[in-house]
């Protein structure tokens, strides 16, 4: 059964829960899902003892459910931010769950880094992982909390690692030590927990550890960067390009290798440049404007991301692919290209596969915040010779319904 809030995850996962941690007869729920913007709470009924859980949100923005589909009873309960309620309830058990033990996002493991390396080795033997090679350096995706990506990113020449939105420093750190490789830089996208909330961690566990970020909200920063500044992470060459609209002072990193334009043997055939957009762009979407406004966005979709070559490979923060697509289809349903996507994206949320990176050049394509100058759009929203700013304003208000 899918899960109602589009979210393209199962409701049952792909392999049993761990048993339940009892503490004499209580047990302590850890929330399967606490996503900035969307809650999503799994609970197991087992035909056990009486269980007390202690379900703690931490949330900002809303007011979460906590929904039991599971189970033959559902019992929503509502919060204000930082609440902790006790539960009772005679017959229930509440185990504890992870997102290493949570559907298909995390079912590609977090901490094998050998299925998720993005050379050219490992491409030929994980085409169904979809990672295309890069030159002189490799993407590692991490997924952590629900529905986030952490990335570390390893200079191949040096085996220097930089790692973006390292919010569960654990797995970070266990996929830099399989790579056996030394993590120099923290590159933050914004200032949002499930972003930075794995600063100061990081900066303890790595004293020397440079925190690069735009804005002075964010944890533990020791680097702060403005718009076109430029840094190199052993041979690899980084720029930070602020995209403010979701946040203010949010930032996305560009990096190149400058070894790939020297090397003797380049891959013509692989990526020169990725691209780490954090609540920015996402596949087939881009970020809610909490602090920005639809100008703002439509610039740094259109023109900074826009601007940089199409066949830059992007690395979103969030895996949501399959619904941004679903909604997309609402907006331009005869798009083949954006069809096509979604059948592929299907495909791979199926089979508990990561659906990024995409590229700029992809995103023009189906991506309807970055075609609000289509007719396609237009037509579909009734905004024929709207400008772009207005497109956009109802394309996002839009998706915030769906």
């Avoid at 013509?268 to 970020?287: E, K, N, P, R, Y």
């Avoid at 199926?350 to 396609?376: C, I, Q, W």
Wanted: contains cysteine.
């Amino acid at each position: 059964m899918p899960c109602p809030h589009h979210c393209g995850r199962p409701l049952q996962p792909s392999t049993p829960p761990p048993p339940p941690t009892p503490l004499n007869t209580a047990a302590l729920v850890v929330l399967s899902s606490i996503s900035l913007h969307s809650h999503h709470y799994i609970i197991y009924h087992q035909p056990l003892h009486s269980a007390i859980a202690i379900i703690i949100m931490f949330t900002r923005l809303s007011a979460p459910s906590f929904v039991s589909r599971t189970c033959t009873h559902s019992q929503f309960v509502r919060y204000s931010h930082s609440l902790v309620r006790p539960i009772y309830r005679q017959g229930w058990t509440f185990c504890r769950t992870s997102s290493s033990h949570y559907p298909s996002f995390s079912s590609s493991s977090a901490t094998s880094s050998s299925s998720t390396v993005m050379d050219k080795s490992s491409t030929s033997n994980n085409n169904n992982n979809h990672h295309p090679a890069t030159n002189g350096f490799r993407v590692i995706p991490v997924p952590i909390l629900d529905d986030n990506y952490a990335y570390l990113i390893v200079d191949n020449s040096t085996n220097i690692a930089a790692v973006v939105d390292p919010a569960m420093p654990d797995r970070v750190l266990d996929a830099a030590q399989q790579e056996g490789v030394q993590i120099d830089t923290i590159l933050t996208t914004h200032h949002h927990w499930d972003h930075a909330g794995g600063n100061e961690q990081m900066l303890q566990a790595i004293p020397s550890v440079k925190i690069v970020g735009g804005d002075t909200r964010i944890k533990a920063l020791n680097r702060r960067v403005q718009d076109g500044d430029l840094f190199s992470i052993g041979n690899l060459r980084v720029r930070a390009l602020a995209t403010p609209g979701h946040t203010t002072g949010h930032m996305v990193y560009h990096i190149t290798s400058s070894s790939s334009s020297s090397s003797s043997s380049p891959d013509v055939h692989a990526a020169s440049s990725v691209l780490f957009t954090g609540d920015t762009l996402f596949l087939g979407g881009c970020g809610r404007f909490f602090e920005g406004t639809a100008t703002d966005m439509h610039r740094a979709l259109s023109q900074v991301i826009g601007g940089l070559k199409d066949d830059t490979l992007v690395y979103c923060g969030h895996e949501y692919s399959k619904n941004n697509l679903e909604f997309a289809r609402t907006v331009d349903p005869a798009n083949k290209t954006l069809l096509d996507k979604y059948d592929w994206v299907c495909k791979q949320r199926d089979r508990g596969l990561p659906t990024v990176p995409s590229t700029v050049g992809e995103e023009k394509m189906y991506n309807p915040f970055m075609r609000p100058h289509t007719p396609a759009i237009q037509r579909a929203l009734q905004m024929e010779g709207k400008t772009n700013e207005e497109v956009m304003t109802e394309l996002r208000a839009r998706k915030d319904k769906f």
